[in-house]
């Protein structure tokens, strides 16, 4: 199969026996298992986790030095047919090394600044330099779908008057470091996904930066998100709660942070209506999500019951 990667030039893919899959929110390796190629992968990325779906995959080797730094002898060890990567990911003198050394490098299109609306497109990106363009076709048909039915699934646990819903912020905790994520860097599709109300976007926060304590009490949200690697980073919830900045906000006084696997959360892709299911439940409906102390109830069961209630209410 011959296609243009996204930098520009066309890549000749001869064989998929030995997948390389990295970029910096584990996106591309989703793409890579939901289109049933993951016994395939040969290393992952430090942002990369599909052990729950690939048996062994977390005794793959990992390419990455340093946060997101490519490791180009560690890639060029693994004998890759071919790579898919992105710009979130270098450097890009590094992926041309590969390149250069007679591996295909495909670029796929960076899908952070769209989120959740990157899936089906990313689906079909990977799908087609992998040889398989038709069962792309239908993963990303498949995955539109059920995030669509998700968000109506979480907008009827989500108050009716949007003035009413959760201020909402996603916060990437490092020490008492607080970065965060704003307009423009997948998170603020997440909240809008799950029908909270996107701070960022009311006060015009782009990007992702470090943030202080003042602009956080005045920004005020009642939910913040985190990824789960950054809680523990601070020592866990109740350390995190005792933060300058954060316990003074609603969120922190009522104890309302969520946290998520840093492997999922950002990873948009055809796992993503189940991270949306995740936090709209945890944020809407928290007795239906997991607590050590307790059984969770099903919420596919309940997410289901809802969407027969749409069903019921738009016939």
């Not at 395939?40 to 779906?53: E, K, M, P, W």
């Not at 495909?106 to 769209?114: A, G, K, M, V």
Request: proline share 6%; with cysteine; hydrophobic share 40%.
């Amino acid at each position: 199969m011959t296609v243009k990667s996204n930098d520009g030039p066309a890549q000749t893919v001869k064989k998929t026996d030995r997948i390389l899959a990295m970029n910096q929110n584990g996106g591309i390796a989703a793409a890579v298992v939901g289109l049933g190629l993951g016994c395939n992968l040969v290393g992952r990325d430090i942002a990369t986790d599909f052990s729950q779906l690939v048996p062994g995959a977390e005794q793959l080797p990992l390419i990455t030095q340093g946060g997101h730094e490519i490791n180009a002898e560690a890639v060029l060890a693994l004998s890759p047919d071919v790579i898919l990567t992105d710009t979130t990911i270098g450097p890009y003198d590094a992926q041309l090394q590969l390149r250069n050394a007679g591996i295909p490098v495909i670029f796929i299109s960076s899908s952070y600044s769209e989120g959740v609306r990157s899936a089906g497109p990313q689906v079909r990106e990977v799908a087609e330099a992998l040889g398989v363009p038709e069962l792309g076709d239908k993963l990303a048909e498949r995955t539109v779908r059920e995030i669509n039915d998700t968000q109506k699934a979480v907008a009827k646990l989500a108050p009716e008057d949007p003035a009413d819903r959760p201020r909402t912020v996603f916060l990437y905790l490092r020490g008492n470091i607080y970065y965060w994520f704003g307009v423009g860097s997948g998170a603020d599709s997440l909240i809008q996904s799950v029908s909270a109300r996107d701070v960022a976007a009311e006060v015009g926060f782009e990007g992702m930066s470090p943030t202080n304590s003042e602009a956080l009490i005045k920004a005020a949200p009642d939910v913040i998100i985190v990824m789960t690697l950054g809680l523990a980073s601070v020592g866990g919830i109740d350390k995190a709660l005792e933060l300058p900045g954060i316990k003074q906000t609603p969120a922190g006084k009522n104890r309302r942070l969520v946290d998520m696997s840093d492997y999922e959360v950002m990873s948009f892709g055809p796992r993503s209506a189940q991270v949306l299911a995740a936090l709209g439940t945890a944020i809407y409906a928290p007795e239906l999500a997991y607590h050590p102390d307790h059984p969770p109830k099903s919420i596919e069961k309940r997410l289901k019951e809802i969407n027969e209630e749409l069903e019921e209410d738009e016939a």
